[in-house]
């Protein structure tokens, strides 16, 4: 019955938002192409110039995937897969040839473009079905405009605007049927494009608006986004920055929640990130790309601590010396944006100085079955009752595949506590995750010494005071150690040594159920998946279960 309504709200939401879009109020951008294009907006995505030399032989790389034209254009090829065509679409790798700076660059990316419109108008029933894809490729556009436009003949200059309209128009159709992330980066390409193309000021007054309610709507006041996904913070600042540039450009005043969201997204970013300079492995997350992360950060007008508790967010930093805990104490994001969240309740990541101890698998760039696998609960540093995940993620088959990949039952309470003492910090948490199935609440305590060098946790299950469906058999709480740990088991299984790169040595002991150490994947290096270890400790499952453990600096 509850997936019955959800998939009826789900086919009536966007017709709804399409009734109520502020994009009907403000009506249609007009389908006439602008003259001209003002100013480009800068892309302060990195860039690196030898990959325009690939792309020249033929070579595209997009999504872990390379294709090989063989002097066929791109854009008549069947895609490897649907996030390798959503890059190629999105134009992003125009900025490699920009780098470039070279006259055959200039021409092959024209000449690209000229493919990609030959083949709209080859297939004009065809319609590009995803808006995010539209909207990257609207952003794409004009911060390359000079590069493709400079000495281009007026022909090539007027199909590129009308091409370039085309979009926006189509956008803002579609505006008020989007839902998510996609919502935003939907309101920031048409608000750039107002503010880059010669139009009147009414429709740079209506983009504007429409962004500002779309950011109070999804940035939160402690500056995460409504996602909760670490990386889709940066992704924001990349485009917020240039935005709020363009604005300056145009000598008209940026809107005060654009402002706002930036100086807040700044230090929720410093929460997240851990000594080595990546990010923590939390719904969705995979590979840091510390180039990008150190682009935005440079912009941080104010740098300084990091912020350390991110209540509407859901996550608190623990830090003290060296040593770095960062946790997940939030349920999951509204149904509409937690397709990549992860059920990892209460799970956490530890570090000392730049070396990573104990990590979450992350998000992989692989196959369909490893994200949903990385996604439950097992997969992270956290507590597990027989192997099912705290949160119900909705599957491909049957009427769940009308909200598939969407987090629709599980976590709903989470419950924190934060205490600093002069001896340690301290966190008291709780999520009712496991209640309806087991009748059991998951408390966690972690606690960080004021020196940095010892981590104490306690693992406990609580009497939910309602019904079970099921009866418990046993519990795992899972510690997976970074691959560049060494893990030695005492003789006794009683601790585990850590021998960290950077000479370090760290012990785990833990009372109250037996340690093993297991094999375990980590998704989120820069060279792909590695092979790596986990700790666990394991026991059977009932009310009043306690388990304490440690990590703590030799």
Known sequence: MKLAALAGAQRLAPIARATLSPARAFGRLRARPPERL???PQDIRTADATRADDIYAGYFAFGGRIVNT????????????????SALNGFGWLRHMRAANTALARANARALVEDYLAGRRRFATNAEPDPATAARRILSWLSQSTLLLENADSDFYNRFLRALSRDVVQLQQDYGATSGLTRLQAAVALAEYALCA??????QA?????LAAVIDEQVLPDGGHIGRNPQTLVELLLDFLPLRQSYAARALPPPPTLLNAIDRIMPALRLLRHGDGSLALFNGMGVTAPDRLAVVLAYDDAP????????YAGYQRLEAGEAVAIVDCGPPPPRPF???AHAGCLSFEFSSGSDRIVVNCGAPALTAAHAQAARHTAAHSTLVIDDTSSCRIAGEAGIERVVAGQIVAGTNRVDVARRDTPESTLLDMSHNGYARNFGLIHARRLALRSDGARLDGEDRLIDAGQPAQDQPRAFAIRFHIHPSVTITSSADNVGVALDLPGGERWMFEARGASIAVEESVFFAS????????QIVARGDAKMETCVQWSFSLT
């Open 198 to 203: 010669d139009l009147p000021p009414r429709y």
């Open 70 to 85: 063989q002097g066929r254009s791109p854009f008549d090829l069947p895609a490897p897969s649907p996030d390798w065509q």
């Open 38 to 40: 003002l100013i480009a």
């Open 338 to 340: 937690s397709r990549h």
């Open 526 to 533: 820069p060279d792909g998946a590695r092979a790596c270890q």
């Open 304 to 311: 300084g601590q990091a912020l350390m508790s991110a209540p």
């Open 206 to 210: 209506r983009t504007t608006a429409q």
